[in-house]
């Protein structure tokens, strides 16, 4: 149920950020640099593919910020348990963020 959930969040909090950053962008190179910039390091980063606790204090601090760092948590967490729960708060109000953004962002749209 954990890992459903936190697939769920992710796929929230991702489709409403693409939503900004599409409406955001002047052009395909903006978005690109977006990808570059953001996602990409935050892919290699987050946990996905080394855990978060070997890296610095100051890393450490700035990465669990980023809601991809929830997402791995949630996904490999067997349970429901205290750290799970905070990451999931976390991913909720993200993802609410988000999706207020992009609800904003398209009210405001004009061409």
Not at 24 to 44: G, Q, R, V
Not at 56 to 74: C, G, M, S
Not at 89 to 102: D, E, Q, R, W
Request: charged content about 10%; aromatic content about 14%; some cysteine.
């Amino acid at each position: 149920m954990v890992f459903v959930l936190g697939l769920l969040l992710n796929s929230l909090v991702f489709a409403a950020f693409g939503v900004v950053v599409g409406l955001k962008s002047k052009s395909h190179e903006d978005t690109a640099t977006f990808t570059n910039f953001f996602i990409l390091p935050m892919a290699f980063f987050c946990g996905t593919f080394f855990p978060v606790d070997s890296m610095p204090w100051w890393a450490q601090k700035i990465i669990y910020l980023l809601p991809l760092t929830h997402t791995n948590q949630l996904l490999r967490s067997p349970t429901l348990g205290q750290e799970t729960i905070v990451s999931l708060v976390l991913l909720v109000a993200t993802a609410g963020l988000c999706v207020a953004l992009s609800i904003l962002f398209i009210r405001r749209y004009s061409e």
